[in-house]
């Protein structure tokens, strides 16, 4: 078995002013304040929400009391991943047990299994901010009970936009899993493929989340 | 050989208001906009510099035209480290060739050398945020001509404080190399022994820099 990092697949969205965000989100901004021609040195400076963009929503998002973005054992943020194709269901469903299950057929113990939906092909498309494809309750729960150690989405969030409550996140969040959120469309070419996934987030104190990069590694064999 | 991913090292410094960071940078502010308290959700608010905490250096730092942090190919993120001890020297010396010279007995080509100066002890002492040691440009050339991918330093910056030039940074930025700044002080832990590093900035559009979490993944036999 090897790991091919040099052929590693950026899973991330870049980081930019125009980029979406989930609605009610912090509005991103970055600015160079020195440049080579006035300074001599090219400097940024950036705000973003800790749910900006790639990102790893630590237990703490929705959990009282439960672990931030670095207390998390950094060994969590390398794991092989497993991705679902779900992405025949129209834009704004739900994703059910059926959909998830008969892909998974070997065990997720450990693994971090991502949902690729379709939406990020059109990210960007902002009528689809408030109406991509979520997870249900059953389909969390049924991820919890494979033992998985993380679940990733290509879209703003695992959530119905909406939702009464935050079930499928607390669902997640309270069994331990994180939850990455953001990937991008790349994630459709690990489609019945090994790989390692790494998405080691910022070592934010005390964080909910922190943005990522999020790296796959082919594996073979 | 076998990568140990759940003993991973993180390699990081924390994000917080109160960390050190390059004499007239941004100032970090982290701020929790929605509480669970009142909104029944965490969310943060993150503004910081391109160079604050660990974070890796584009040629766009300091090269016109040079390729930004979203522009290196990812593979190049996960590489095997190795670290140089100079930790004897006092706190505000330059590394020399012959520091680094003895200690760099196997290839260098594709590695990531990591410069453990020891100022990393001090993290958070202001006194050494204006001292610390760093490379000379004989150093810098050396580590070009040895065919690294990148270099990493326990510390602000590789230049020395208010050098009249970022002649360091012009040297490795301009040959390809990229740089890996305020790494914490576990990588000592790395002396002598085979590890991959991995360091994958924020895909930050056009930027000079990004923030990284780091982290060591020890490799055994």
């Known amino acids: ?105 070997s065990s997720c113990e450990g693994r ?18 408030s109406n991509y494809t979520y997870l249900t309750d059953e389909a969390a729960e049924f991820l919890v009970g494979s033992r998985a150690r993380g679940v990733g989405i290509d879209f703003l969030s695992v959530e119905k936009f909406g939702a009464a409550q935050p079930s499928v996140h607390r669902t997640l969040l309270g069994a331990g899993l994180f939850i990455i959120e953001s990937l991008n469309s790349r994630v459709k070419e690990f489609i019945g493929r090994r790989f390692l996934l790494v998405a080691a987030p910022l070592r934010l104190a005390n964080g909910d989340a922190a943005p990522c990069r999020a790296l796959a590694v082919p594996i073979t064999d």
Chains 1, 2 share one sequence.
């Open 112 to 129: 971090v299994i991502i949902v690729y939906t379709g939406c990020s092909e059109r990210w960007g498309d902002s009528s689809l901010n």
């Open 1 to 105: 078995m090897q790991y091919r990092f040099e052929m590693a697949v950026d899973l991330s969205v870049p980081l930019s002013n125009d980029m979406p965000v989930y609605p009610g989100d912090p509005s991103p901004l970055f600015r160079r304040v020195k440049t080579l021609e006035n300074d001599g040195v090219n400097i940024t400076s950036m705000t973003l929400g800790s749910h900006t963009g790639t990102h790893l929503d630590a237990p703490l998002h929705f959990i009282e009391g439960g672990r931030s973005v670095d207390r998390i054992p950094v060994g969590s943020f390398a794991a092989e991943g497993t991705v679902v194709d779900v992405s025949r269901l129209e834009a704004g469903s739900g994703v059910t047990v059926e959909d998830l299950g008969g892909q998974l057929k």
